[in-house]
């Protein structure tokens, strides 16, 4: 990256995708943060958001893809709901997230994949969504 | 998945692709590890390859971004290779793997992603790789 | 394992074990994740107690044993359950799996050592027991 | 050190230090963990705190820093709230603390210092600590 | 334990049990250990193998299969070689550790259960060992 | 911070305080990186110490405890070279390296502990520096 892509914007580039990934709840979580703490805040939305997610190379989806994986990897369930939402938000389906949990069931083991199942499945339900197949 | 996809051929079907993915070299550690334990190899193939990889939902290359995030966030720098070489030979190319460890600076923490970008920079170098660009 | 055994009613073989393990909450608890997603479900049965539990080479309690340091090792506090109550089914005594707590003291450290302890803790007081020696 | 110091008044002098810093509601949570099984609670007493955290070598402050990274590192939010308060009783400041969190952001990745962070800012709201700065 | 044992004797218990363990060798490695820093060698044997290994409750084969699926579930493979050499000294079989490789595929996912398997594979290459069987 | 401070200056104030603090061994490493991708190597100067290392809050000796703390905790044994050099140049002593490892057998457990441990004697040995003491 340039060294004004670097320092410039970084803030506010960031902040308008986390809004659009993550929609009024994640906002207002993020909020809470910085209600506390702004550096920390600051920090997740310029560190985050406007030097990584907004980089080019993969898209949204690859990227969320990749942080689904890595969150389930290290068993942060209670970091999934946040993504579930921005990952759903994006256009990936519900299908294609339970999938990555079948996924992990390989490479991360089958307790890890089945805590992250039971955190994607409360998700689908607070949004209204019933997966109909389940059987590829 | 029915019955049956879930019962037969699951060996001979995940043993096709294994190859395609991992080509002669992947192909000859397999033959290495039946030597010594069968079964061990039949459950990366079948279990891993015949049920999991072969499944419609998410492509080949979505589903070696998952491994690969799953890899560098649980810290198994020794089997990066593998699959950064799978990965390669199914199409992901050398820039879209890089972003993968650079998303994974945030979600995995530096030392993690530090580790696998040097794994991967060796691979590279061992099919003859350069890197032309790395400023996005 | 011959061809065969790989491929043919492993998830018959696998769910009669499974049955007998985990009792009638466990089979409950199988059946919320078989309505939400069948695979899910039958990946858990199939490769988890068809292919690898209902496996000679190690007695079901040995396997326990180390399903349980897995868990405890990992983090995985919230799939404890299922398995203290397994394990207590198939025949390990309460005193038996503090022990394994004890063991992993020293490999995983006191913080997952010590959110195990409370997990187990709280199950054998769900099943009445409780502890009589704890001074060995 | 000597074999004196290792065999002799561990479990005292770990006590002793142990009330220190954890205070009236630490002590209550170890006495219920005694009563379950007295070997656990002594292990803790004796080997965490008679054998380690009163060696020379480093201060109480600095192995509470080295013990917040690791809970944090490896995501035991669960332990964080005892060792919070043990910290600030020792005299750790709340920013010290949060600052913790902010280093382990690159090191152990947003997820586990996010909910480390969300977890201490609990503990602060029932100490009735408010952050004024967060800004530095 | 009483507050006898958990004082006196420590030492000399878990050395005298440690050597029984790890043979000539493993004791080579701890002396090196203490030439280096005396108290780091002293917490492993005192700690590790006089507050611990000795207890009873399990018998040492089990506590051996609990140590094994807490290394391979972490990922430490650089700590195998010992406990490998370790297991096999006190009467568990190639074939048995092996099936916890494999019963840890399920735990603790592939990567980590195959690497482990190669640590085991090259330790029983160094004791003369071939696995004659390993279809179950 | 303010959005000043976010956004300028942060590579120059970061390789400024990454060349103090690693010395030229570690500058060379980073050159490295840099000609492979020099995104990466700005990443690791602009977000790890230019932003977080030169914050105020907590000094860099405490830093690189929490630093240390989190990579022996992860079994980043591979990242602990550069950083052992970076605590001794800072002012941390050998003893008090060794101290953060001994503090961590309890958090994080003997075998991470013990691979830490090896990994920082080769390091001493390799600036010369014999430990005289390791009895506290």
Redo the contacts between chains.
């Keep these: 990256?340039?060294?004004n892509r670097?320092?410039?914007?970084?803030?506010e580039r960031g902040l308008k995708l986390f809004q659009n990934m993550v929609g009024p709840q994640g906002t207002a979580a993020l909020e809470e943060?910085r209600q506390?703490?702004?550096?920390?805040a600051?920090?997740?939305v310029?560190?985050?958001f406007g030097?990584?997610y907004s980089?080019?190379?993969?898209d949204l989806k690859?990227?969320e893809?990749?942080?689904?994986?890595?969150?389930?990897?290290?068993?942060?369930?209670?970091?999934l709901p946040m993504h579930v939402n921005a990952a759903l938000n994006i256009g990936l389906t519900p299908?294609?997230l339970?999938?990555?949990?079948?996924?992990?069931?390989?490479?991360?083991?089958?307790?890890?994949a089945?805590?992250a199942?039971n955190v994607m499945?409360g998700e689908f339900r607070n949004r209204g969504i019933e997966?109909t197949a389940?059987?590829?």
């Design positions: 990256m340039t060294q670097l320092n410039q914007n970084r803030y943060v506390c703490y702004p550096d920390m600051e920090f997740i310029a560190n985050g030097d990584i980089r080019p190379g993969l690859q990227r893809l990749i942080t689904l994986s890595s969150l389930i990897t290290q068993g942060a369930a209670e970091q299908e294609e339970i999938e990555v949990v079948i996924q992990c069931t390989a490479y991360a083991g089958f307790p890890k089945l805590s199942f499945i997966l389940g059987r590829v």
